[in-house]
């Protein structure tokens, strides 16, 4: 899992309490107190509480719920501490370093599923397959392998990769040297 409790109720918390003022922020930590009494609760005895098809994991709800509360509570610190009339994200610094630190990760994780992704595509288009040649054919490709130092399956791979098709089907290749790679090395 890329966010844990702690970093989902930040989130949260940060959106909602942007513009508050100390007294809703104060309501804001007593609904949270109220509702991780309730969950903890509700964890204790589990035969009260029908868990219908949809609803949440109750052990993750108590830890969100308690995850909550710390934040309000840095909140309404943070708040008192300054004495601002409002809570303004950008005066936050620990919040706001946070929330940098937060972005980054979810960069860092769209960047490896897109890697992840690209890479699942290039695995999609690879052709895996085994060519049956003739007695003549083979022993040519394992002596120009051999002469450049390649196997017979990478000869074949350079063959193909250079072949190109004409307007009337056939197939040709440009003449090469195997194990030289054009633009490279």
Known sequence: MIWSSEDVARDQVRRQAAGMT????????????????ETQEALRSPSQVRR???????QELAERWVARLAEWQRVAAHLAATGADTYDT????????WARERDDRRAQALGAYAAHAERRREERDELHSEVWLSAAAGRRIRAVAERAGLTPHEVLAQLTERASSGEDGTLSVAPFVPGHVPGGE
């Open 22 to 37: 100390e007294q809703q922020i104060a309501r804001s930590v007593d609904e949270a107190v109220v509702r991780v009494r």
């Open 52 to 58: 219908a098809e949809f609803a949440p994991d109750p």
């Open 90 to 97: 950008d005066h936050d610094g620990e919040g706001s370093t």
